[in-house]
């Protein structure tokens, strides 16, 4: 029988100090829950699921209750999960009413032929299932949206910068909160889900990385599992995901994870941050963001939680 391993991460970008330890607290939540799953002899596949949606409905995380609003001041929320013994996977994106979009992103997977399932239709799908509706759109949010509206005339860089140049945005952090999870069980059976309101203020209709398969997430029971966070364009561009499975061919998840930012950094700049698990269960980080909130379980070093890496 394998050890078990979860590690969960709350989004690279720049997190404001006084959020800091709600933000640590949360992934310290979220991996627990996933941990105790997969010490009861569940799959990889519920723990990665069950430690998402523990995020989902803690409101101080981007993803399902508490996304962040785009331009015009809605939600539109991307999740995925991917199973490394089938290499089985979907997405869901552009969500608005579904508590739970890694539930729909299960149920896409489970349940369809599609790999990638967006907006009503998707949304429809999740009512003939029956899973739960929510308003995801939080006061909170809609401060923070009218905050960033008011800045729009002030603005002139950034890691967006076509989008940065046309909506004219400065000091508003784009980035951030988005949340992930990867798991490997007794069986040795890997896999990765997340779940994410997207960047702030991203154009209507915008896609990010988070249901891509290979660019947001990525599992595979012979390579590994990874999911990234930041700036979804450059997890698409480059494939990150799926690239930094590759590289478990050779390296540890640490040296994978490390590796992936530092091309990242070289091809594309700053903006990104990555999570891995190996066939071992051992786990990696690497960010070039300011911050990555992160949450480790394994059963031989126990809860580990950080800021940065
Ligand atoms: N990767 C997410 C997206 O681009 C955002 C994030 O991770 O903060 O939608």
Known sequence: MKGSTIIVHGGAGDWPEPKQAAGLSGVRQAATRGFRLLQQGR???????????????????N????????????????????????RCGAGVALLQ????????????????DHA?????????????????????????????????????????????SRNLKLIRIKGQSLLGDTVGALAIDRN???AAADSTGGVSLKLPGRIGDSPILGAGLYADNKLGAATAT???????RLVVSKSACDAMQALTAQQAASQ???????????????????????????????HLCWAGFTR??????????
């Not at 990889?44 to 995380?61: G, I, K, T, Y």
């Not at 009413?97 to 369809?112: F, G």
Request: net charge positive; no cysteine; glycine share 12%.
């Open 43 to 61: 799959t990889a596949m519920l723990a990665v699921e069950a430690a998402v949606m523990e995020m989902e409905d803690n409101p101080v995380f």
């Open 63 to 86: 993803a399902g209750r508490g996304s962040t609003l785009n331009l015009v001041g809605n939600v539109e929320a991307d999740a995925g999960i991917m199973d490394g013994k089938t």
């Open 97 to 112: 009413r579904v508590k739970n979009p890694i539930r729909l992103a299960r149920v896409v997977m489970e349940k369809t």
């Open 116 to 160: 990638l399932l967006a907006g009503n239709s998707a949304e429809k799908l999740g009512e003939a299932f029956g899973l739960p509706k929510a308003n995801l759109k939080l006061p909170e949010r809609v401060q923070q949206w009218k905050q960033a509206r008011r800045q729009l005339e002030k603005a002139d860089h950034g890691d967006f």
């Open 188 to 190: 040795g059976d890997l």
């Open 230 to 236: 930041g700036v979804g364009e450059i997890a698409m």
């Open 260 to 290: 992936t930012v530092r091309k990242v950094t070289r091809l594309a700049g700053r903006g990104l941050g990555i999570v891995t698990l190996d066939r071992k269960g051992r786990f990696g980080v690497a960010h070039n963001t300011p």
């Open 300 to 309: 031989s070093r126990g809860l580990i939680s950080q800021m940065r890496q």
